[in-house]
């Protein structure tokens, strides 16, 4: 009861199975069409129009790619795609195609795509009268006894027409004479042999020997004949034939029968003896194909293989076999050689539609390729199975029988993988199995999907001053997973402005290199820093970009020498006298050589050293605050008049110098310098007006330093707390440094890089100081606001006093 039940299970299971093909394949195959005609036809020669019988728009024949493939070596047919026909292309043998088959067929197979259909289509090959009968030898030898009675009969060899039906051997004719008429003797496959037949009895002294012509024609119209001469020597005696044991025989052989295997071992027998019962083999006929074959021993009748056998070429071969005794009498027996298949052959792919590049953003179940399986091997040895290396990328779909079609499994990313390697492996079902691979190569090509990435967060440049315009002073590069075009970058710098010039007047950028240029040299004391943004983009479609900040840093460089606000050494065409009174004692502050240095840090660190000077014992100066002191009590022998020049250099490397030259007089009072002014050498040239305005510019230079005071004590006495000055300058002039050196308004030095704006007096044995709002970016070349820097600071602005000391005479 459970086996029943199991296999009532089993045949519902199979049931189901063919119903879900046949419903399959009814899917996939549209329609058939079959066609009949003749064989021989002309290349071109329409055999009907597909597109016509299949219902289908000529139109899309060729937009749907509509192809034709048939399972035979030759492609005999094809299609028009322009209007349908299904045309001749190579000549149609029949015979070659099927050989003795009564019904030939060539079967094809259509497909079209978008979407993809199937057609079967067969093609009927009908025979013409296209081949003439022939016969095996053009001479048939007869010997024939002279004891041989009247109505004996003597085997001929039959003739063969490869051509079928009515188109075969219809009869054989022979000469009418007294001896001999001609017979058919018709075995039981229906194939006529015709025979000799004795009507007379022969006499060999009247006549020995007699040649007739035997001709054999076919049904066709016309018809077509072919003959052989039938040669015939009288002879005594002999009068049996040899016999087979059988008409026919019928062999089965492997297709990989090996060469010299025996196909059978052939016996005839004749009942005479001597050299009469002696007997030979040979082929009276056998097929130019068997020839290369098949050959059969003279003596023994052995038929063996002498060449490779292949069911796929020919199924089948048919020989007649002649056996002849030693008295020249023959009989003949048919060899019927059946090929029997093995699984020699490996599977065929075709691709018939193929796509050798996708873009990255192909959705799942595109179809790559189109491949058409065809295995020559039959039954089971031509069942194939076909599979993929690529299982979670692509996958293959079976479409028919014998069409697979490659899809794409998932989404593609050209950045992870761009190239594919696909093998498709087809294995048969033979014993044992023979497969057959296939490897495409599919490209990713590429979609403008990733933006440009920096190979920095951000960039930090230096650059030294006084650089020469156009030097390259970074590289920024940006780096694009896409390729070609998409992958391409191009750098351009983001427009803004830096002090109200646009940043593209300092710096530029080559698009190709992403190269920084500086399109100017820098001044630190001017510009120390900016930043800007450097965008790259893209040459994909739409363009993709991003930005980066760059940011520029100016370094200072040692190219300002210090700059020598007093006592001012541009004065030209006057003296410039410093008062130092008979009773000053040692220490005595001369004056004060103030200095500043555009440079910053160490560059602009100043010091102070006498140069010349007539008497080292009598003058020093501080290094760093630039006070000139009497460093011992006047003596009555010292000169009254003195010139000192005084060198001023900063601390770069190499340093920078400026100097300065002060004359000194040794007075109580003005009056007591106007006879040592008179003592300078006066140009020849010098008219005595210029003594006129010189004395009326002193005394005018009295008035207005008296008026300086007297405003400078009031002020003073309104504010207690304000520093001593003198009306020549406001008090947004006052000297402004750094206490970075020991001095006598500093004892120490700073050890923090700390600027201080001040006001100090001309005289450092005031200490008062007052705190000034620093005054940026004024240019040196004003004398009122000038930045000056010490060791340890970046720089301040210093301005001079007038003091009450200090005249300016002019002279020529």
């Known amino acids: 009861m459970k086996n029943s039940t199991r296999e009532s299970r089993i045949r519902r299971f199979i049931a189901w199975q063919v119903f879900i093909f046949l419903l399959f394949f009814s899917r996939q195959v549209s329609g058939q069409l079959q066609y009949s005609i003749p064989e021989e036809l002309k290349k071109g020669s329409v055999v009907g129009n597909v597109a016509k019988d299949l219902g289908l728009n000529v139109k899309e024949l060729q937009l749907r790619k509509m192809q034709t493939a048939s399972q035979t070596k030759k492609q ?134 007699y040649e007739f012509i035997l001709s054999a024609s076919d049904g066709g119209k016309p018809p077509k004949t072919g003959t052989a001469i039938i040669k015939i020597t009288v002879q005594d005696v002999n009068d049996n034939f040899p016999v087979f044991l059988q008409d026919t025989y019928q062999i089965r052989l492997p297709e990989n029968a090996p060469v010299g295997f025996l196909v059978i071992h052939l016996n005839a027998t004749d009942k005479d003896e001597g050299p009469n019962g002696l007997i030979s083999y040979s082929f009276s006929h056998i097929p130019e194909t068997a020839q290369k074959l098949f050959t059969i021993d003279l003596l023994n009748g052995d038929i063996v293989i002498i060449g490779n056998l292949d069911y796929e070429t020919a199924e089948s071969y048919e020989m007649t076999v002649e056996a002849k005794d030693g008295g020249g009498q023959v009989t003949y027996c048919k060899v019927s050689v059946q090929v029997i298949d093995v699984n020699d052959n490996s599977p065929e792919i075709t691709v018939t539609s193929l796509s050798t590049s996708v873009p990255e953003d192909s959705p799942p179940g595109t179809v790559i390729a189109i491949f058409n399986i065809r295995d020559l091997d039959s039954d089971i040895n031509g069942d194939v199975v076909c599979h993929i290396s690529e299982t979670f990328a692509f996958q293959l779909i079976p479409s028919s029988s014998t069409y697979y079609k490659l899809v794409t499994a998932s989404s593609m990313d050209r950045e992870r993988d761009s190239l594919y390697n696909i093998t498709i492996q087809c294995l048969d079902q033979g014993s044992p199995p023979l497969s057959t691979k296939k490897s495409i190569q599919l490209t990713i090509s590429d979609v403008n999907d990733n933006i440009p990435i920096f190979e920095k967060t951000n960039y930090i440049v230096y650059v030294v001053e006084n650089n020469q315009p156009g030097t ?84 200072d460089k040692n190219d300002n020498a210090p ?12 003296a410039l006298f410093e008062f130092i009174p008979h009773s000053a004692e040692k220490g005595y502050l001369v004056t004060k050589v103030i200095a500043v240095d555009a440079d910053s840090g160490h560059n602009a660190w100043l010091s102070y ?42 601390n770069g490397a190499p340093s920078l110098s400026s100097t300065v030259t002060l004359s000194l007089v040794v007075a109580e009072n003005f009056q007591q310098i106007v006879p040592e002014i008179r003592k300078q050498p006066a140009n020849s040239d010098t008219k005595s007006s210029v003594t006129f305005y010189l004395v009326l510019s002193i005394a005018l230079i009295s008035c207005l330093f008296i008026i300086t005071v007297i405003i400078t004590v009031i002020y003073k006495c309104r504010k207690d707390n304000t520093p001593t000055t003198y009306g020549a300058y406001s008090r947004n002039v006052y000297p402004q440094f750094t206490l970075g050196c020991p001095s006598e308004i500093s004892d120490t030095s700073l050890p923090f890089p700390f600027s201080y704006d001040v006001c100090v007096t001309l005289d450092s044995k005031q200490n008062e100081i007052a705190y000034l709002k620093p005054v940026q970016n004024v240019p040196t070349e004003n004398l009122i606001d000038t930045e000056v820097a010490a060791p340890g600071t970046d720089s ?17």
């Open 609 to 650: 050293h006498l140069l010349q000077v007539p008497d080292p014992s009598l003058f020093g100066i501080g290094q760093y605050t630039g006070e000139v002191k009497i460093v011992r009590d006047l003596q009555d022998a010292d000169n009254l008049r003195q010139k000192l020049v005084v060198l001023v250099k900063d």
């Open 563 to 574: 700059k020598i606000l007093y006592p001012s050494p541009d004065t030209e065409g006057s």
């Open 76 to 209: 005999y047919f094809a299609v028009n795609l322009e209007n349908g026909d299904l045309i001749v292309s190579d000549r149609i043998d029949r015979e070659a195609l099927c050989g003795a088959k009564q019904v030939c067929f060539i079967h094809l197979e259509a497909v079209i795509e978008n979407p993809l259909y199937f057609y079967t289509i067969t093609i009927e090959i009908q025979d013409v009268n296209d081949n003439a009968p022939t016969f095996s030898k053009k001479h048939f030898d007869i010997g024939i006894s002279e004891s041989s009675l009247p109505g004996v009969h003597f085997p001929l060899g039959n003739a063969q027409d490869p051509d079928i039906g009515i188109n075969s051997i219809q009869s054989y004719v022979l000469p009418g004479n007294e001896y001999f008429k001609l017979g058919e003797r018709i075995i039981k496959e229906g194939i006529k042999y015709p025979e000799l037949i004795l009507e007379k009895s022969l006499d060999r002294e009247k006549q020995s020997f």
């Open 472 to 555: 390259s002073i970074q590289r920024i590069h940006g780096s694009d997973l896409d390729n070609y075009e998409n992958g391409k970058v191009t750098y351009s710098i983001l427009n803004i402005n830096v002090d109200d010039i646009p940043v593209t007047s300092y710096v530029s950028i080559n698009s190709m290199t992403g190269v920084l240029y500086a399109q100017r040299s820098f001044d630190y004391e001017q510009l120390r820093e900016f930043q800007f943004q450097v965008m790259a983009k893209d040459s994909g479609s739409p363009p993709l970009s991003s930005n980066v900040t760059v940011r520029i840093f100016i370094i």
């Open 796 to 812: 301040v602005s210093a301005i001079l006093s007038t003091s009450n000391n200090v005249v300016q005479v002019g002279s020529n």
